[in-house]
Structures are given as structure tokens and as C-alpha cells.
């Protein structure tokens, strides 16, 4: 065969190296030599004889060479581009290999906004939505309207604040009947179960969560409309303290279903008295010597410090100033007051924990207890010495780790509350000093429902500052009269219904429809 011109051979060259990049081409090739190794007594490329099929396992294939396929002027492309020092084997790229039969099986499980419903009609949900909005004029509803929009979706009566919002009703006063249904439409179709709508209704734009400043439209309505909460009415400013310390609550208990008293006026009524005794100023704001009164000091000054140390304190602004709100107070309180909540658990390790490693050390259980010491020598009682105190606590929390006292450590013990009382509450410490271990454990693990140590707390107290109302005694000797809250504010929100929270005003029989009984108040 004569030899080839310049230019014919440089195309030659290029239409094999096209060739040879074509994954067909690389397939057959690659599909060929493993049917040769493979085969029995095949021969070896590599040594020019016979001899075993090579290791599959073994092979890890190599990075292919970039420079086999782009010059163009060479005469063996493949070869002359390829060659290395020692023997190696070609082997075109492998294909990644299909996911096991098993995986493609696996049905989804997760859905962070609720498992899409099997049937759903939007278009007849909308469709009975815009019947509604044609009885309001000009199709526009106000947030009085709103009920009968929600009982439209099929949402709860009190989601009409935030359906009203979530629509941009309070830039206008009242929402049109395109903007709801635009509105409902990105719910139903994004949203599939009550929580994830309820979420998306109240969240702000641009969150990923709920904050507590995302509660107050939901509240504030509660308050306006609900037929239970009338005789707050005539007092709009404790609106706010009332929804302050029904968020709290919220906050407190994780799980739901153990509180149904969200909206109890008991509740209330015993924290903003008790907030009131100290507030001397009525400022709505105490400093660490108005709390230092709490419960006839009951509680050590050096933990009254730690209070304000910002460890758990959310307003910086009153922090600087030594000062905490009414809303931190609230979550003072209850934590106080039951101290089995793994709110509290976590409020008041946060406190004793003074570098902030997470762990309670020998020197911060001593920081503590020095006081304690002192408080108990000034009544005249002996104090247990430090480290008989160290070993009882010890073996009271068995830690995981010996020495060392974590948060999970105090929650997964049933004692956590004796354990706290015993470094910075002497009174709450005497008492359980009184009772045997034995009696504790019953107390905290009862063997049917029982309440907890703040409905205990609060039921007390209640009872106790209508006793006094009733009787008429001064609130406070030094506090002027026209200062009691219960002679300015209190006096006038007495009710028989101030004694019962809105679950229990609620007919068990579901005789009142709630529904009417809210448009018939702003007919």
C-alpha cells in the first residue's frame, strides 16, 4: 500500500481518534476484553501468553489520560500518547453501577410539611371560600368576618387572626377575596396537615421557626373574641401581660397535651400579684433587691446575681441596666416553683453553671453552698459539711461520667429539684431535710395523674389572695391604696369566670357553637 499524504494521514488520524472516543466504541471495546479475560486459559494482553484471569477486585482503574485524545499530528495516537515505563492495561471508563432493587423499593417517609392527602380538591375548597366572601360587601371580609372564612377552610375558629393576617388584612383593614384565595391556594397545595399550615400561617416571612413575638396575633384575638375572656374587656392593659404569660407557659411544657390550662385566669392572676408585690415602683421592671423579697429571701443572693447575669435573661437592654422584664420573670417563676420541668432543669443549670463548660464542678457547687452554709449557721442549725454534701448529691444524680454533673445527667434523675434546693433555696432545703428519700421518690414518680408542683403552687396562692380580697386587708401596709391592684384593676375583672380557664367554660357536650357565638357578638 503506497504511503499516505500529509494532509489524508492527519485525517485519518482524526477520524480514528473520533472513533475511538465514542462511548459506543469504548463500550464494545471494554465488553470485548473482559469476555477474553474471563474466558478459561484466555490470554494474557499484557504478557503475549496464557495465564489467569487478573483480580476484578483488585483493580482500581486509572484517570484517563487526556492527552490520548487531543493531539492530532501523531501516527499512533493511542500508543504513542499513552505509553508509560512500565506494563499497564487499558481499560475504558466504567459505568457507575445501578442502585440495588432493594433502595428503589423504599416508599418516601419523610415530609417535613405533612403527607400529601390522596384526594384533595382545592378548587372545591376555594370555590366554597369565594360563596362566603359574596356575601360580605364588595367581596372584602374584616377581621370581625373572619370566622366564617375559617370555618369555610376547615380550620379552627381561632386561626381567623392569623388567616386574617396571612392575607395583609392589617395593611387595609379587610382582605379582598383574590388575595385570600391566592393566599389559601399556596397553602393547600405546599402545606398538607394542620401543623404545617398553623406554622406557615403565624411564621414570619423570611423565618424558618416560630418566635414568641409570632404568638401575639393568635393570643390578642383569643383575648378580644373568646366568650370565656369577656371581663378583660374593660381592662386592655393586661392584654399583653396575659398573652406574656400564656407564652411562657407554652414555653415550659414542651408537650402540649400535659397542660390544658394554655389560658387559665388562675394562672395569671397569681403571677402578676406575685410580680406586682415586687414591682415596688410599678415599672413593670425588678432589680435583683426587689426579687432578693421573693418568698421571704428564700433564695440565695449570690444565685439572685447569677439571675442577672444574663445567663437567662433575654432582654439585654434591661440587663444592662440590672433589671428584668416582666416576661423574665414570668419564666423565674415557674421555673422556681417546679423545678421538675425540664424548662426549669435547664434554667437553673444554666445559672449554677458558671463557666459555661456544661459541667457543674467542685468549684461551682462550692460557690454555692458557702452561702447556703452561712444562711443555715444564722438559724441555727449545723450544716453538713461541704463534702458530705458533694457525696450525698453525687449519689443522688449519679452522674455517667463520676465527679462530673451534666444537664442530661439532671434530667434523667428524678431528684433534680432536691438538688437545686440544696445549693440556693434554704427554705425549700429544710423541708426536704424533713422528709425521708423514700417519700421524695413517691412524690416524683405518683402512680396516677396527679398536679404538678406549680398548679399546687398556683391553686394555693389563688386561694389565698381572694381569701384576702374578700376580707378586705390592705394588699401591702406600706403600699398607698390607690396603688393595689386589687382596689384599681383586679377588683374590676372579678368574676365568676376568672376562676376557670376557657377549657373548662367549654360545654363538654358541644352545644355552643362558638362559631356563632363570635359573629353573633359583632352583629
Known amino acids: 500500500m503506497p504511503p499516505l499524504q500529509p494532509v489524508l494521514k492527519r485525517k485519518v488520524d482524526e477520524l480514528f481518534l473520533r472513533w475511538l472516543s465514542d462511548p459506543n466504541t469504548q463500550r464494545a471495546l471494554h465488553d470485548g476484553l473482559r469476555r477474553i479475560r474471563d474466558a478459561p486459559g484466555s490470554y494474557d494482553v499484557t ?58 423499593c423504599i416508599p418516601a417517609f419523610y415530609f417535613p410539611h405533612g403527607r ?110 373568646h366568650p370565656g375572656l369577656s371581663f378583660l374587656k374593660e381592662a386592655p392593659e393586661f392584654h399583653s401581660r396575659y398573652i406574656t404569660t400564656n407564652v411562657k407557659l407554652l414555653e415550659v411544657e414542651p408537650d402540649i397535651n400535659q397542660l390544658t390550662e394554655f389560658f387559665s385566669y388562675e394562672h395569671f392572676y397569681v403571677i402578676y400579684c406575685k410580680f406586682w408585690e415586687l414591682d415596688t415602683d410599678h415599672d413593670l421592671q425588678v432589680d435583683a433587691w426587689d426579687l432578693g423579697h421573693h418568698s421571704d429571701h428564700a433564695i440565695s443572693s449570690r444565685m439572685i446575681d447569677r439571675i442577672f447575669s444574663g445567663a437567662v435573661t433575654r432582654d439585654r437592654k434591661l440587663q444592662k441596666d440590672g433589671k428584668i422584664s416582666y416576661a423574665d420573670f414570668v419564666w423565674f417563676l415557674l421555673s422556681e416553683e417546679d423545678k421538675k420541668t425540664p424548662t426549669s432543669i435547664e434554667y437553673w443549670f444554666r445559672c449554677m453553671d458558671l463557666d459555661g463548660d456544661g459541667v457543674l464542678s467542685l468549684y461551682e457547687l462550692e460557690y454555692f453552698y458557702k452561702e447556703q452554709m452561712q444562711r443555715l449557721e444564722a438559724r441555727a442549725i449545723e ?38 434546693d440544696t445549693f440556693f433555696n434554704v427554705d425549700k432545703y429544710l423541708d426536704y431535710e424533713q422528709r425521708e428519700q423514700a417519700s421524695l421518690l413517691r412524690e416524683s414518680d405518683p402512680d396516677g395523674p396527679e398536679l404538678s408542683d406549680w398548679e399546687k403552687y398556683a391553686a394555693e396562692e389563688y386561694d389565698f389572695l381572694v381569701a384576702e380580697e374578700v376580707s378586705g386587708d390592705p394588699w401591702d401596709d406600706d403600699l398607698p391604696s390607690e396603688l393595689s391592684p386589687m382596689e384599681q384593676k383586679l377588683n374590676t375583672l372579678w368574676s365568676p369566670l376568672a376562676q376557670r380557664s376557657i377549657v373548662q367554660t367549654l360545654p363538654s357536650s358541644g352545644n355552643v357553637d362558638l362559631y356563632a357565638c363570635v359573629d353573633r357578638d359583632h352583629v
Open 47 to 104: 504478557r503475549g501468553g496464557p495465564g489467569t484471569p487478573p483480580d476484578v477486585t483488585s483493580y482500581r482503574p486509572e484517570p484517563p489520560d487526556v492527552t490520548c485524545v487531543l493531539p492530532l499530528a501523531c501516527s499512533r495516537p493511542v500508543r504513542a500518547s499513552c505509553r508509560s515505563p512500565g506494563h499497564r492495561k487499558v481499560q475504558p471508563p466504567q459505568e457507575d453501577p445501578p442502585p440495588p432493587a432493594s433502595s428503589r
Open 383 to 420: 450544716p453538713l459539711p461541704l463534702e458530705d454534701c458533694v457525696c450525698q448529691m453525687l449519689d443522688l444524680v449519679q452522674p455517667r461520667i463520676p465527679g462530673k454533673i451534666t444537664l442530661p445527667d439532671l434530667k434523667r434523675c428524678k431528684l433534680a429539684h432536691v438538688f437545686f
Open 116 to 225: 400529601p392527602p390522596e384526594t384533595l380538591d382545592v378548587d372545591a375548597v376555594l370555590n366554597r371560600i369565594k360563596r362566603v366572601f359574596a356575601e360580605f360587601p364588595q367581596e372584602r371580609a374584616t377581621v370581625e368576618d373572619m370566622g366564617r372564612v375559617a370555618k369555610a377552610c376547615g380550620c379552627p375558629l381561632y386561626w381567623k387572626g392569623p388567616l386574617f393576617y396571612s392575607a395583609g388584612g392589617e395593611r387595609t383593614g379587610s382582605v379582598s377575596v383574590h388575595k385570600f384565595v391566592v393566599m389559601w391556594r399556596k397553602i393547600l397545595l405546599t402545606c398538607h396537615d394542620e401543623a404545617a399550615r398553623f406554622v406557615q400561617l403565624l411564621m414570619a416571612p423570611g423565618s424558618e421557626g416560630l418566635v414568641q413575638e409570632d404568638f401575639v396575633p393568635l393570643l390578642q384575638d383569643v383575648v378580644n373574641t
